[in-house]
């Protein structure tokens, strides 16, 4: 897609759906070809298509990815709050015939997700001394444990004797 070509589509969007702010649109487009990569969907000759599940956990790690600690900041200035508001993004961009989608995507398959305060500030915020640096089960996946060892590493046991 031409980049001149979607820019006029996020603008005609954005007349009508002021709610979110055009860098939402260029945001999703980028984590949507993340989230393709990342579930290694992509191929010439196959539809590029990932599930509303997949596409939000490809956001969450494409986002902490390029924005680090600010995540959240970031996306709440473009008027993405939580895992709705994603929904209605992409459903703009359906709408529009910007992206494509199966019989069987709803938007209310975004309803739910994640907690954006969890996802997105989680991973950088200090932990006590023996306090687990994993997420809670069902929640965050690998990389948000590695993001969270990486943002704080365990001090050795004798500083934390010494002290």
């Known amino acids: 897609m031409h980049e001149n070509e979607f820019s006029g589509v996020v603008d005609s969007i954005h007349n009508k759906d002021p709610r979110y702010q055009p860098e939402a649109y260029y945001f999703i487009r980028e ?25 939000l956990e490809g956001i969450r790690v494409y986002v902490l990815q390029e924005y680090g600690p600010m995540a959240l900041t970031v996306l709440t200035t473009w008027g993405l709050h939580n895992t709705e508001d994603i929904g209605n993004v992409v459903f703009n961009l359906v709408a529009s015939g910007k992206l494509g989608k199966t019989e069987e995507d709803r938007q209310e398959d975004f309803a739910g997700g994640y907690d954006f305060t969890e996802a997105f500030m989680g991973p950088f915020t200090p932990r006590h001394p023996g306090e687990p640096t994993s997420p809670p089960a069902g929640r965050g996946t690998l990389v948000t444990a590695q993001l969270r060892a990486v943002a704080r590493p365990t001090p050795p046991a004798e500083e934390v004797a010494g002290e």
């Open 31 to 55: 984590a949507l070809d993340f989230a393709v990569r990342m579930h290694r969907k992509s191929t010439a000759d196959q539809m590029r298509h990932v599930s509303a599940a997949e596409l």
